[in-house]
């Protein structure tokens, strides 16, 4: 049976690129340096047609963005990459309030280090940026999603637009925006500078059969006004991924299927696949693969 959804807060946090990124080659303000064609780990990232983007000093690693696009302008790979050591020495709540790290308290009162991170030029379009979390306790609702994990938004609407969300409830969305076997939680409330979110109808974690602790990964879809048109966008998909199952439960690669609305924001090419990598020595990967090209 299903736990509450419709009623419980959020609490996600509104990412508005508080901590600055290091220069990569990305689309932004922090564009930089090309790291073109370097794989870092088990062949993966493909050498040659991989650029890299921006990246931020995390734990004892980094993290970065890349996209893998082939030569004749197949887009093969869009993700964020946990180099090795990242999850060593990572941030908890003692740590950002005696101020050896920064970071900010969200609603419920869980601390998080959020941080926007720009994919380089060679990016699908509309994929803009990735707005990232680290949620060392986890965020609302309790009991649901309060293990340590990381958000992964991938944005198909650039920055500053997704900075005037908003706080709101969608009361009525239209099914064509709906992904397949998704419905919309904590009911429609729109989180500022991000949106509402769409989870899996059958999401394991909202399962009252379920003990709270056993929640490991989820694939959320955002949706949100931000062109302020009056008519709600489908705006980003969302890996949701704890670090008990990067460090625990990843065995190699996991792949699963990303459920498709009927219609789109934007023309472009739109991930159909998402995959969580384990690349032993070059760390993991967070990736968006199987792209399809949609009209509007």
Same mark, same amino acid.
């Given at each position: 049976?299903?736990?509450?959804?419709?009623?419980?807060?959020?609490?996600?946090?509104?990412?508005?690129?508080?901590?600055?990124?290091?220069?990569?080659?990305?689309?932004?303000?922090?564009?930089?340096?090309?790291?073109?064609?370097?794989?870092?780990?088990?062949?993966?990232?493909?050498?040659?047609?991989? %650029?890299?983007?921006?990246?931020?000093?995390?734990?004892?690693?980094?993290?970065?963005?890349?996209?893998?696009?082939?030569?004749?302008?197949?887009?093969?790979?869009?993700?964020?990459?946990?180099?090795?050591?990242?999850?060593?020495?990572?941030?908890?709540?003692?740590?950002?309030?005696?101020?050896?790290?920064?970071?900010?308290?969200?609603?419920?009162?869980?601390?998080?280090?959020?941080?926007?991170?720009?994919?380089?030029?060679?990016?699908?379009?509309?994929?803009?940026?990735?707005?990232?979390?680290?949620?060392?306790?986890?965020?609302?609702?309790?009991?649901?999603?309060?293990?340590?994990?990381?958000?992964?938004?991938?944005?198909?609407?650039?920055?500053?637009?997704?900075?005037?969300?908003?706080?709101?409830?969608?009361?009525?969305?239209?099914?064509?925006?709906?992904?397949?076997?998704?419905?919309?939680?904590?009911?429609?409330?729109?989180?500022?500078?991000?949106?509402?979110?769409?989870?899996?109808?059958?999401?394991? %974690?909202?399962?009252?059969?379920?003990?709270?602790?056993?929640?490991?990964?989820?694939?959320?879809?955002?949706?949100?006004?931000?062109?302020?048109?009056?008519?709600? %966008?489908?705006?980003?998909? %969302?890996?949701?991924?704890?670090?008990?199952?990067?460090?625990?439960?990843?065995?190699?690669?996991?792949?699963?299927?990303?459920?498709?609305?009927?219609?789109?924001?934007?023309?472009?090419?739109?991930?159909?696949?998402?995959?969580?990598?384990?690349?032993?020595?070059?760390?993991?990967?967070?990736?968006?693969?199987?792209?399809?090209?949609?009209?509007?």
């Amino acid at each position: 049976m299903l736990q509450s959804i419709g009623s419980v807060a959020f609490g996600g946090i509104a990412l508005s690129g508080t901590t600055t990124a290091a220069p990569g080659n990305g689309k932004g303000s922090n564009s930089g340096k090309s790291n073109s064609g370097n794989g870092r780990g088990g062949g993966f990232p493909p050498k040659g047609i991989t %650029e890299w983007g921006d990246s931020i000093e995390i734990g004892n690693g980094e993290i970065s963005t890349f996209s893998s696009v082939t030569p004749s302008g197949k887009p093969k790979a869009v993700g964020v990459h946990f180099a090795d050591g990242t999850f060593d020495a990572l941030p908890y709540a003692e740590d950002f309030e005696s101020g050896d790290a920064t970071g900010m308290k969200i609603h419920g009162g869980f601390w998080s280090k959020p941080f926007n991170l720009d994919f380089p030029e060679n990016t699908p379009e509309p994929i803009s940026y990735a707005g990232c979390g680290w949620n060392p306790g986890g965020h609302t609702p309790r009991g649901v999603y309060d293990k340590p994990h990381f958000d992964l938004h991938y944005h198909f609407y650039e920055p500053d637009p997704v900075s005037q969300i908003a706080p709101g409830v969608i009361e009525d969305l239209p099914d064509e925006k709906i992904p397949d076997g998704y419905q919309l939680i904590e009911g429609g409330a729109i989180v500022p500078k991000m949106g509402a979110h769409l989870a899996p109808e059958d999401a394991p %974690e909202f399962d009252d059969r379920n003990e709270a602790s056993d929640w490991q990964e989820t694939l959320i879809w955002g949706v949100a006004d931000v062109d302020d048109d009056g008519e709600y %966008e489908n705006n980003y998909v %969302e890996p949701m991924i704890t670090l008990d199952y990067f460090e625990n439960h990843l065995d190699g690669v996991e792949k699963q299927d990303i459920p498709q609305p009927d219609v789109y924001p934007k023309e472009g090419h739109y991930p159909t696949t998402y995959t969580v990598r384990d690349l032993g020595d070059g760390g993991y990967a967070v990736v968006m693969e199987g792209f399809e090209e949609r009209s509007a």
